[in-house]
């Protein structure tokens, strides 16, 4: 939600300015999904999806569903890939990492213009 003005403008500047810093870190992948991209399963709530070494050698996977109303950590296999295939759905539509920073970098300096004519 980088188009909508949270906090205020400046609020929002100094927020979207973190986000452009935390993009530049090499674990880092930002991608938006445009509003013209349209409804998208994920749009309501966020996941994290986790992947780790579970007693050596088995990969165990899990999600951390929120929500609104709060959130739940999922363990079924059937549920995490589910999760993760509407995950990919969704990065398939976003911007890429690259094109999701200069869109961040437009909306800063959009900001900043509403910040000097007010």
Not at 52 to 68: F, L, N, P
Request: zero cysteines.
């Amino acid at each position: 939600m980088v188009e909508k003005v949270v906090g205020g403008v400046d609020t929002m500047i100094e927020q979207l300015l973190y986000l452009v810093e935390i993009a530049a870190l090499p674990n880092v992948t930002l991608q938006i999904v445009e509003h013209s991209a349209g409804a998208y399963s994920l749009l309501t709530g966020s996941v994290v999806l986790l992947g780790y070494e579970d007693d050596g050698d088995d990969e165990s996977k899990s999600a951390y569903v929120a929500s609104h109303g709060g959130g739940v950590t999922l363990e079924d296999a059937d549920e995490v890939e589910a999760l993760a295939a509407q995950f990919e759905a969704a990065a398939n539509i976003a911007l890429s990492h690259d094109d999701s920073v200069k869109f961040v970098e437009r909306r800063i300096e959009v900001l900043r213009g509403a910040a000097r004519q007010s």
